[in-house]
Every structure is written in structure tokens, then in C-alpha cells.
């Protein structure tokens, strides 16, 4: 099993599904290994200070139709909501008092938003001089063109699973789509950021350890893990929750396979066990993610579930200094 540990260091390309079967499913004293290892990389790539991200979560009004997501177009029980620029812009300011250098907006795919990120976009990165992600799904590749022209850092993209079997019966949508779309954003200039979702239904070990090597081959400047949480009014609302432990160590094995990448330890490892962030940090995350938006709000904006974890700047700051680690300057 060690040995599975071992190749992890050496090139990636040489990996091989049956090479990462143990290390998903690694327990005990592997998985201590592992950990280990994952944060000792962490170290020796510089990226042991945890960088803190403020999300405003800007609208949850979506054109998508995912199984996973209470926020799909279909679901009529919910009211939908978008910020003003005025509300953008005045909670962009309390993420740079907080201290937070990332403004971090998100929200629905639907491009009736893009109007508004043309007036917010240019004030939060030039007067503010804050950075600027955004994570609102696919578009066109001029539009992610001029949301780079506007002030866009960075983007986030996550294409859930590497079966387009898999992919295609959750989102309706095409996996081809979304891997051209990671392409159109990184050869816009911004930075790439994408990920997986552990438990979805169907899916195999196989399946989650093709993920990795998906990650592996696209390089993305940030990958996450999250574990799926079922989310009531949609198809999914019955099936059970994702393993927080192979979660953890896929966070693990991405540290070690990709160095230097920034990785959340996300809100849903929160949601499903007490102190599941501070796991995420210890199993070699960098990244946690606070958030500002509007608590009337934040209650619509159910991309996971109604009961949610809602990260606040103390529980960031202490999940960080459990985990002996610090805020990033």
C-alpha cells in the first residue's frame, strides 16, 4: 500500500487507476501516511499559510438543470433573488475590512447577471484592489473573454465527474462542454479552478480515481472535493451523503499530485462532521471560504442544502489555528 503512497510522487502521467484504488479508500495508519505526507508537501511547496476567500453569493436564479442542486431551474419552490451592484459592491468592502484580499462572487448559471459583474467587476478589483473569482458557470468564449477584460483573476468551474455517463444523467448537460469551456477561460487569462463531487449515484471507486487523473492532466491553479449532500426538492433529495473520508483522502492525494495548487477544505465536509474543515486542512488543504452574503439571502442560495454550514470569519480563523496552521498575509 505504501507503495501507491510512493508513486504519488513520481510523474503523474505514469499513474494508473488500480494505483489510487487503496489510497481512496485508505484507513489507519495509511491514512495517517498519507495525511502526512500530504502536509509535508504542502510545507515544502510553500503553501502552508491558508488563504481565506469572501464569497457573495451574487444571485440563484439558474438556467441548469442538475439532480444534485435545489438551485436547478425546475424547482418552483424557491425564491429567487439578485443582488443589486450597490449590495455587491458595499459587502465587497466588508471583505476588504475583514482583511480578505479574494472577493469571491457566485451564483446561478444564468446570463442575466452578466450585465451586473460589468458594473461590479472593474470597482472591486481596481478601487477596492481586491482580487476577483468568479464561479457562475458556462459561457461563451467571448464572455469569459470580457470577464477577464473587466478584472477577472480567476474562475471556477467544476466538472463534477470525468464519466460523461455520469455527468450527462446528473446535469443534462455534456462533460465535453464543460472541459472546452476550462479551456476558453484559461486561454482567456484567468486563472482555472475546478473539482469533483464524492457519493453521486452510480458513481464506482473507478470513477472517483479517473477524477483524479483528470485533475492531474488539466493542472488547474485550484481543485476541490466536496462530498455530496442531498438537497431537498430535487431528484436527488433521498441519497445518501458522500464519504467525508474518501473526500479527505482525494483532498490528500491532489496535495501531493499538484504541489503548489490552492484546495478548499469546503463547507460540506462542515455540514456532515464537526470540525470537518480542520480535517480538510489537515489532510493538505490550503483554502477556506468565508461567507457575506445577506443571511436572507444566504438562505435562498441553496446550492447544497437548506441546512447548510455557514462559514463566519472566527470559525475560519479557528479552524485554521486547530489545525496549526495560519492566515496567509
Not at 502526512?36 to 439558474?62: F, H, M, P, W
Not at 483532498?251 to 455540514?271: D, G, W
Amino acid at each position: 500500500m505504501m507503495t501507491s503512497i510512493r508513486k504519488l510522487h513520481e510523474a503523474a502521467s505514469d499513474l494508473t487507476v488500480p494505483d489510487l484504488l487503496p489510497l481512496l479508500t485508505a484507513e489507519g495508519a495509511l491514512q495517517e501516511e498519507l495525511f502526512k505526507q500530504a502536509r509535508t508537501v504542502r510545507r515544502e511547496a510553500g503553501q502552508d499559510d491558508v488563504v481565506l476567500r469572501g464569497v457573495i453569493e451574487i444571485s440563484n436564479y439558474c438556467q441548469k438543470g442538475c439532480d444534485y442542486c435545489a438551485m436547478r431551474t425546475a424547482n418552483k419552490e424557491i425564491g429567487r433573488y439578485m443582488l443589486s451592484a450597490e449590495d455587491i459592491l458595499l459587502l465587497a468592502g466588508k471583505i476588504k475590512d475583514s482583511g480578505i484580499r479574494i472577493a469571491f462572487l457566485q451564483g446561478g448559471q444564468n446570463p442575466g447577471s452578466d450585465r451586473l459583474l460589468e458594473q461590479v467587476v472593474p470597482v472591486i478589483k481596481n478601487d477596492l484592489g481586491l482580487n476577483v473569482l468568479l464561479c457562475i458557470g458556462e459561457r461563451p468564449k467571448e464572455t469569459y473573454e470580457r470577464f477577464f477584460g473587466w478584472g477577472a483573476d480567476s474562475y471556477i468551474l467544476k466538472y463534477e465527474t470525468s464519466d460523461p455517463d455520469l455527468y450527462h444523467s446528473i446535469t443534462g448537460g455534456r462533460l465535453e462542454r464543460r472541459l472546452q469551456c476550462l479551456e476558453w477561460i484559461r486561454d482567456a487569462g484567468m486563472k482555472i479552478g475546478t473539482g469533483n463531487i464524492v457519493g453521486l449515484p452510480g458513481q464506482s471507486l473507478e470513477s472517483l480515481a479517473n477524477d483524479i487523473l483528470l485533475d492531474a492532466r488539466l493542472t488547474p491553479d485550484f481543485v476541490s472535493s466536496s462530498p455530496f449532500i442531498p438537497n431537498s426538492n430535487t431528484p436527488l433529495q433521498d441519497h445518501p451523503k458522500g464519504s467525508v473520508e474518501i473526500t479527505l483522502n482525494t483532498i490528500a492525494i491532489l496535495r501531493i499530485l499538484l504541489k503548489k495548487c490552492l484546495i478548499p477544505s469546503v463547507s460540506a465536509l462542515e455540514s456532515i462532521r464537526s470540525d470537518g474543515q480542520t480535517a480538510g486542512l489537515n489532510a493538505g488543504a490550503n483554502v477556506l471560504t468565508v461567507n457575506f452574503t445577506p443571511r436572507e439571502k444566504r438562505d435562498l442560495y441553496r446550492i447544497y442544502s437548506a441546512s447548510r454550514f455557514v462559514v463566519s470569519l472566527d470559525h475560519a480563523t479557528n479552524s485554521i489555528a486547530r489545525a496549526g496552521l495560519r492566515v496567509r498575509a
